[in-house]
């Protein structure tokens, strides 16, 4: 049984489509147990119209809140009883296995570092979320957690993420790129120009060079290495680019008769094609390199997207991920 605190109070739809994606994780795996974690009278509400295992979903009572707009340190030291702190205190004691909120970013991060702690040898946890690609999905790696990263954090992230991918999607080898303004090695700036060398010596990772902004759609490497200031302008941009394409289809679709009458045609195959580039499919973004699996899920959730995330950390803790992070790191270490 794996069992995921859920932060019930995060987010701009918490507490109902928290509540909702708890449920239909529960029915979709046998194998998952929810500590929702939050005002306990607002998450009753929410279940006492739903049907579910009650064994696999348990309520822990927390009376205080974290808000978006409070600075995260001084939230998380203060704020001992809000549904963050609580939670990650479950996955600090052993009680659960995976933390996932739709709440606050920076109080997500710093309390994964601060709570649960960051594995030894780690230097700097990122957030790797899988992206959409034409290949099936990418780990872009780090989309939010290290705006100022040194050379020697990126080559983790490129280790983190290759066991990532290894083990989660099943891709043997996984090719992994830094992000550049071109293919060439004498490119970019300071950090990736410095970057580029170390990880072309790192033996424990496919590097296959130099990755463009363009190319990252069409699936050329697996992993994608940045830090975080540019990792989180390519995550946001995919997710405008794609809300925008999505509705100029939409509305091409409806300018004449005859457009609608081949829209009800193409519908179901349109509908599905576009479900594999819509990022809620992928589930949330774990903050890789921790004692324990924090994962942060997009702030406009719903159900479908934490009921993802909840089957991603099933996944995350069955293949082990945090013991063999531990090993690589471990291992990179005593090379050195």
């Known amino acids: 049984m794996v ?15 928290i509540v909702q994606g708890a449920i239909d994780a529960v029915k979709a795996s046998s194998e998952v147990k929810v500590f929702l974690v939050g005002k306990e009278e607002l998450i009753r509400k929410e279940l006492t119209a739903c049907s579910y295992d009650e064994k696999r979903i348990e309520i822990v009572d927390a009376r205080e809140v974290i808000e978006m707009a409070e600075p995260p340190v001084m939230a998380i030291r203060k704020k001992k009883d809000s549904s963050i702190v609580r939670a990650l205190q479950l996955v600090k004691e052993g009680t659960c296995d995976a933390f996932v909120s739709a709440g606050s970013s920076g109080a997500v991060l710093v309390g994964g570092q601060l709570v649960v702690g960051r594995i030894k040898g780690v230097e700097r946890p990122p957030l790797a979320p899988l992206i959409p690609t034409l290949k099936g999905a990418s780990l872009l790696v780090d989309c939010g957690a290290n705006v100022d990263a040194r050379p020697s954090h990126l080559v983790q992230f490129a280790q983190m993420g290759s066991v990532y991918m290894e083990n989660v999607l099943g891709i043997a080898n996984p090719r992994v790129a830094i992000v550049n303004i071109g293919a060439e090695e004498e490119k970019g700036n300071a950090l ?63 300018t004449s008769l005859r457009s609608k009458i081949g829209a009800l045609m193409v519908k ?69």
């Open 3 to 17: 069992n995921v605190a859920l932060d019930a109070m995060g987010g701009d739809n918490a507490p109902a489509a």
């Open 192 to 254: 990736v120009k410095e970057t580029f060398p170390l990880l072309k010596a790192a033996s424990q990772i496919n590097f296959i060079g130099s990755i463009e902004a363009r190319d990252i759609p069409t699936g050329k490497a697996d992993v994608i290495v940045c830090e975080a200031f540019v990792g989180n302008v390519i995550l946001k941009l995919y997710e405008g680019v794609g809300g925008a394409l999505i509705q100029t289809v939409k509305q091409s679709m409806m």
């Open 268 to 336: 179901p195959a349109l509908k599905e094609g576009l479900k594999a580039f819509q990022l809620e499919e992928h589930g949330g973004a774990p903050l890789l390199g921790l004692n324990g699996l924090v994962v942060k899920t997009h702030g406009s959730s719903k159900a479908v997207e934490i009921k993802n995330t909840i089957l991603q950390c099933q996944t995350f803790k069955n293949q082990d991920i945090n013991g063999k992070i531990k090993k690589i790191i471990v291992k990179e270490e005593t090379s050195l």
